[in-house]
């Protein structure tokens, strides 16, 4: 079973259009994120959402926005999608404990590409 | 706020060369530190991480790492590499609930 799983794994679509990214994690984690690889290969955090708490890294334009259903669960929205916004946006989840820091399971990415 | 520097872009070997892949931080808090590797179109891996205890710490694939605190530095190493080793090297340090802050990544190809 795939751990962190994310869907679509291709999404092409015009400017202006309004999108979602859906990813599940079936490790029982508490904790999930959301990056973005630009073309550079550079990582940057764009949310984590953790016991119903969201942190959002302030440089994300509003158009995005992060949604759990559950715990299993954050999907990624996405409206009036810009150029810009091309890259490959990976889901991750890890268990965030008072006493430790585990490392964080990937999804496999969704390559997004607006047109 | 943390960040992560990783000196080196684009590095080449040949099979069989010794690899050390530099990565220095900047965080006020508790060290978390990770490698993680991304082959040619697959997700990220993770490598090896530090927590705390012996600073050198031993991963998958024959790398290791070591945490020297003064320099604020831990430096991925693996003796000798192989073909299948070509990949993105990212170093990363812990955000806890504010996630991973990344370096820019090494992109390391290796040259049979």
């Known amino acids: 079973d795939t751990a962190v799983s994310q869907t679509p794994k291709y999404l092409v679509t015009q400017m202006g259009n309004d999108k979602s990214i859906k990813c599940e994690q079936n490790?029982?984690?508490?904790?999930m994120y959301w990056y973005k690889q630009d073309s550079k290969k550079f990582l940057k955090i764009m949310f984590s959402?953790?016991?119903?708490?969201?942190?959002i890294n302030e440089t994300v334009p509003n158009r995005f926005s992060p949604k759990s259903p559950d715990k299993a669960h954050l999907n990624l929205h996405i409206n009036s999608l810009e150029l810009g916004d091309s890259a490959v946006y990976f889901c991750?989840?890890?268990?965030?404990?008072?006493?430790?820091?585990?490392?964080?399971?990937f999804g496999p990415g969704t390559r997004l590409t607006v047109l | 706020a943390q960040s992560v520097s990783q000196h080196n872009h684009h590095v080449i070997l040949s099979e069989a060369a010794s690899l050390e892949l530099g990565c220095n931080y900047s965080?006020?808090?508790?060290?978390?530190l990770f490698w993680y590797v991304q082959y040619p179109g697959q997700h990220l891996q993770l490598l090896l991480k530090?927590?705390?205890?012996?600073?050198l710490v031993k991963g998958i694939k024959g790398f290791e790492a070591e945490f020297i605190k003064s320099k604020f530095s831990f430096n991925l190493r693996k003796p000798s590499v192989q073909w299948s080793d070509t990949a993105e090297y990212f170093c990363?340090?812990?955000?806890?609930?504010?996630?991973?802050?990344f370096g820019k990544g090494t992109h390391l190809i290796i040259q049979p």
């Open positions: 490790l029982g984690h508490d904790t």
């Open positions: 965080y006020g808090g508790t060290v978390n």
């Open positions: 530090y927590f705390s205890g012996d600073p």
């Open positions: 991750a989840s890890s268990q965030v404990s008072l006493s430790s820091y585990n490392e964080q399971f």
């Open positions: 990363a340090v812990r955000g806890g609930a504010d996630g991973l802050t």
């Open positions: 959402y953790n016991n119903k708490e969201l942190i």
